[in-house]
């Protein structure tokens, strides 16, 4: 940071403060603020900030420091973030990234000498589609080439502005493959908010909970209850939260609904409003998808203008409600709900301490909130266009209508599959044209590994849950890569605030690491399943138990995986490498092997 | 008159008050279950899940889940124990807890329950953490490195001595306790012999200068008798006799 910034910067944090009204809820947003003008959060803003809003020095430290997208120091003109989930390093990712390191002079995660650029790993940013992929300041640039690395590398060198950069790069495809309810059919803004002003709210419900439709974060709540249990809660304000902090790796689902339906998005939350009786919502937007800002806050204003939101909707003298867009800043957490409220509070986004109120008694600012995903908010708006008979027969006996798969790895057609709940692994790998392929991730790191044997299970609530991560590798991939890659990823997104997930995360990254190595024994698988067992068993959110599911599967389900690795098939635990610790000792000593052996 | 609600633990049945907690309704009938993030008098944290019990056949941390009439809760375990044991190795490799060389050693709660779930090693490879300790202030010094995020002194500097002392910052592996000063130093806060949040650390992470090894070894807290029996109640109680008031 430069010395005219320092002494600027009281007045800059006033400004800050003052842009949100002084109100600590809003700390998160006055963070993206301050990164975004200074590259980094330095202690002098913290202060300032902890003055002005009269939060503790260490409170607003916490939460500065616990957002992987705050930085202490400052970065690059050009911070660039390649996205590190295992589809891109099977799509050359490692090779494309030491080139442009190189290429640049630049070290991982430092800035380089003249403050130009800095180059780091990202947990994926939703973009396995169109892979490999990295966010330059907060701008996704995909399909990333030798080619297309070089001219990057060309600009920066010549300092050519982000605006000035070729518009080509910054393109994110929606690479629809197959559409049905949710996307196939045309959507006109206002149009399920106009069935509900004639239905009524109370029908509206009733339709929402005949529909079945479940929330598609992953746990399938009932939406209609949901709804109707916030609704019956007390409170001085209700909430509506869209959960759009998409974080699970292979994911690109809520981006695409984001990108190209923003409208059936906004819509279903409208509706949720009416019915719980709530004035104000949010989309608590993940950091990654930051580029989209605009154009939603765009669609948010045309929906002002069309009547659609703010007072008096379509003119209700009773209904008025609006939508205000929150960013994350690099956190997985937060795609849980409890974290995610912690961080809407501008906290830091711990899991709540159990046994919960749940958000639909008490959410945000304790008050009564329903939080669903993008895609169900989508398709409530849609169960009200095609009737809830038409969607409830779509779909299983428990998993009603569709679901949005987004496809990933080896196939020939990556993208977005939308199919009616019960659709096989087996039919899935068809549509998108996979071959020879060894297993698929299903719902991400947190989900399921299912290997060939189980490929005519269905995606469903009943067999298997999805979050609509499909993540495939076929057999030239090596799945130790996959769970290293697993494992280094839940290291980084565990929140920290329980013993099993914060350590435990790591002991099984060390482990993975050990085994990867060669140097592995029997005793580090017999220690990964107690490790993961002790993690299922203890840790205080779902983070914690999901987090050695790909461990538990693998160990299971592609054990040569591990065993072609092993050092000793004994218990015994070589914890270093003898020969390589005396080689070292042979060098300093100007000894060759032969020398030694000799004497 | 109504039946006096109860629950069962291991077998034994123990009465409950309306909004007590499973750790406090064993607490009153003398039943030890191993804990460390948690203190009678402070709101439950949760975090360091010691206190993992199974309720009705699930688990749940006994500090913070409310006793209701009927729970069967298993405590006492082989395989609580053997859960336990692990949680208490990831806390000894996590941190520097050499015991021959901490002041702490013998009084230390994490030694006494390691002690207690029959930890010989701590198995696990260490993760040498590195973190400057603290010695600015006049009467406390503070080592991080053996800080196990329990977060006892944050909530009894901020709960009970008004005085918001700590709190924690980063995420993950990176979680740390801070000092809640501009320069981060103990020096600069108003932190004081007395304060609650001066003797309530369950390892040796928050220390009194100048009052180390002053019991001889066989007379220390645990020395006399295991975690099980003497509690951690009693440490703070002679912790607060020694080291409260004094001035």
Known sequence: ?599 | MSQPSTITIDGQTVPFQEGQTIMEAALAANIYIPHLCYQRDLTPDGSCRLCTVTVNGRNTSACNTKAMAGQQVLNNTQELQDIRQTLTRMLFVEGDHICPGCTKTGNCQLQAVAYYVGMLSSHYHHFYSYRKIDASHPDYFIDFNRCILCELCVRASRDVDHKNVFGLSGRGRKTHLVINSPSGELADTDFAVGDKAAFICPVGAILRKRTRYTTPIGERLYDLQPINVVGDAQQIHAGAKRHGNQN
């Open chain 1, 1 to 599: 940071m430069s010395t005219s910034n320092l002494t600027t910067l009281p007045s800059f944090i006033q400004d800050v403060v003052q842009a949100y009204q002084g109100r600590p809820s809003y700390l998160l947003q006055m963070l993206w603020r301050v990164q975004e003008r200074l590259t980094c959060i330095p202690a002098a803003a913290i202060d300032s900030l902890a003055k002005q809003l009269n939060l503790s020095h260490a409170q607003v430290e916490g939460v500065a420091r616990f957002y992987s997208f705050f930085h202490e120091t400052p970065r690059g003109q050009y911070d660039i973030l390649w996205s590190d989930n295992i589809i891109e390093h099977h799509q050359g990712k490692s090779e494309l990234m030491t080139t442009m390191m190189q290429k640049l002079g630049v070290q991982l995660g430092k800035p380089r000498a003249d403050g130009r650029v800095t180059i780091d790993n990202t947990a994926c940013i939703g973009m396995s589609d169109q892979g490999s992929a990295l966010l330059v300041n907060g701008f996704p640039i995909t399909r990333l080439s030798k080619t297309k690395v070089n001219k990057i590398v060309e600009l920066i060198e010549a300092q050519v502005p982000l605006a000035d950069w070729p518009t080509d790069f910054f393109q994110v495809r929606n690479n629809i493959q197959r559409k049905h309810l949710l996307l196939g059919e045309d959507f006109e803004s206002g149009a399920a908010l106009k069935v509900m002003q004639v239905k009524g709210a109370e029908a509206t419900l009733a339709d929402i909970d005949k529909s079945g439709l479940r929330g598609c974060g992953g746990a399938g709540f009932k939406t209609g209850l949901k709804w109707k249990l916030c609704r019956d809660a007390p409170g001085k304000e209700h909430y509506v939260i869209c959960n759009a902090d998409e974080g699970e790796p292979g994911t690109f689902k809520d981006r695409v609904l984001l990108q190209a339906y923003p409208d059936v998005v906004f819509e279903g939350m409208t509706l949720c409003a009416k019915i719980i009786g709530a004035r104000k919502g949010f989309v608590y937007l993940r950091g990654e998808y930051r580029y989209l800002l605009s154009a939603l806050e765009t669609t948010l204003q045309k929906r002002r203008s069309q009547g659609l939101l703010g007072d008096h909707i379509l003119g209700d003298p009773n209904f008025s409600f609006d939508i205000e867009i929150h960013l994350g800043a690099g956190a997985y957490i937060c795609g849980a709900e409890m974290a995610l409220i912690e961080s809407l509070e501008g906290k830091r986004g711990t899991a709540w301490k159990r046994p919960p109120p749940f958000p639909v008694t008490q959410g945000y600012l304790n008050q009564p909130t329903v939080v669903n995903n993008v895609e169900t908010f989508a398709l409530a708006a849609k169960v009200l266009l095609q009737g809830a008979e038409q969607f409830a027969q779509l779909g299983t006996a428990q998993s009603k209508g569709t679901k949005l798969i987004s496809v990933s790895g080896d196939c020939d057609r990556p993208g977005i599959y939308e199919f009616p709940f019960g659709v096989t692994v087996r039919e899935v790998l068809l549509a998108c044209g996979a071959n020879q392929t060894q297993a698929v991730q299903n719902a991400g790191p947190a989900g399921r590994c299912v290997s060939e044997a189980e490929f005519d299970r269905r995606l469903c609530f009943e067999d298997l849950n999805t979050t609509g991560s499909f993540m495939i590798f076929d057999r030239t991939r090596d799945m130790l890569d996959v769970v290293q890659n697993f494992a280094r990823f839940f290291v980084h997104e565990s929140c920290g605030f329980c013993t099993p997930c914060r350590v435990g995360t790591s002991i099984i990254e060390n482990l993975v690491e050990k085994i990867h190595h060669g140097n592995g024994t029997q005793g580090d698988l017999k220690d990964l399943s107690h490790i993961s067992y002790v993690m299922k068993a203890t840790s205080n959110c779902g983070l914690g138990m999901t987090a050695t599911n790909h461990i538990e599967d693998t160990l299971q389900k592609f054990p040569q995986t591990y065993e072609k690795r092993l050092k000793w098939s004994l218990g015994l635990s070589p914890s270093f490498d003898l020969e390589g610790s005396l080689e070292e000792a042979r060098k300093l000593a100007a000894m060759s092997n032969q020398v030694a052996e000799a004497a």
